[in-house]
């Protein structure tokens, strides 16, 4: 996984908590709702460079 994406998966899961956290504080289930959406989104670009990774491991 290059840096680029390590730090775009990061960032999209530390927008999803925040917005999540805030959502629950203030009472917006929309907000909670996006925030969970977010950090799926962080975890699916985990794992397609993960199998991406393993792919090239198995190639070499």
């Known amino acids: 996984m290059g840096l680029d994406d390590k730090l775009s998966a990061a960032a999209d899961k530390a927008k999803g ?10 009472g917006d289930d929309e907000m909670v709702v996006e925030g969970k959406v977010d950090q799926a989104k962080g975890d699916a670009k985990e794992t397609v ?12």
């Open 49 to 60: 460079e993960d199998v991406k990774d393993k792919a090239k491991d198995a190639l070499d």
């Open 17 to 26: 908590n925040a917005k999540e956290a805030l959502g629950k504080i203030t």
